[in-house]
């Protein structure tokens, strides 16, 4: 029964994480315009998070 709770809420721990980490990357970049397009691509990416760190963050 704990399984069923902790692999959903465990992937949305990590989304969070991610998601925060990606904001405070980007935060000297972020002005009054272009938070429109980094929040949501933030949200996408926290989203994918197993695909972001096995890949997206070592290539970039």
């Known amino acids: 029964m704990i399984q069923g709770r ?3 809420g465990a992937y949305l721990l990590l989304d ?3 998601f925060v980490y ?4 980007d935060a000297p ?3 009054a315009w272009n938070w ?3 929040v ?3 949200l996408f ?8 760190w096995i ?4 290539i970039a």
């Open 55 to 58: 890949i997206l963050h070592w």
């Open 22 to 25: 990606l904001m405070v990357m």
């Open 36 to 38: 429109l397009l980094i």
């Open 45 to 52: 990416l926290a989203q994918i998070w197993p695909i972001y």
């Open 16 to 18: 969070a994480a991610t």
């Open 29 to 31: 970049d972020i002005n």
């Open 6 to 8: 902790l692999v959903p």
């Open 40 to 42: 949501p691509i933030n």
